[in-house]
């Protein structure tokens, strides 16, 4: 009798351990269920992630594009504005030629009226004196 009783212990401490070993394998499972489930919700936030990634590299090269076309056109804008200042400088230099000249004629047109104006003065006197003589040469037949 003692012997089954010692087998009854046995047997209960076997099925106490058989208990715990299936709670274990139990909270196991548990645990990889979970583990599997954060694993795939791991995943679809590492692809989440993955596609913005893709998503703001490719803005990020259209941005770079647009940033090489806004450059582009600075500089051809930036080019004009160099030929429109030369163009500048050329015409100034134009005007600044032309108003010279302008000036000259005017001086020359000036000293023309002067000279005229001096000439008209001689041959007004010179007629006069002729006149005069006229009358004298007149006088004296």
């Known amino acids: 009798a003692q012997e089954l009783k010692g087998s009854e212990g046995e047997l209960q ?8 070993a299936v ?3 139990q909270a196991l499972e548990h645990s990889r269920h979970e583990q599997a489930t954060q694993q795939a919700h791991l995943e679809d936030k590492l692809e989440q992630a993955v596609q913005q ?5 490719q803005q990020g ?3 770079h594009q647009e940033a090489q076309e806004a450059h582009r056109r600075v ?7 160099s030929e429109a200042a030369v163009e500048k400088q050329v015409l100034v230099g134009q005007l600044t030629e032309a108003s010279s000249q302008q000036q000259l004629s005017e001086q020359e047109t000036a ?7 001096h000439a008209r003065d001689k041959l ?4 006069a004196a002729a006149g005069a ?7 004296m037949n």
């Open 61 to 63: 090269v259209a941005a």
């Open 23 to 25: 709670q274990v394998q």
């Open 75 to 81: 500089d051809e804008l930036q080019a004009a504005v």
């Open 13 to 20: 401490s076997v099925g106490t351990q058989l208990a715990e």
């Open 124 to 127: 007004m006197a010179a007629s």
């Open 133 to 139: 003589a006229q009358e004298q040469f007149d006088a």
């Open 111 to 117: 000293s023309l009226k002067l000279e005229l104006n």
């Open 53 to 57: 990634l893709r998503a703001a590299q």
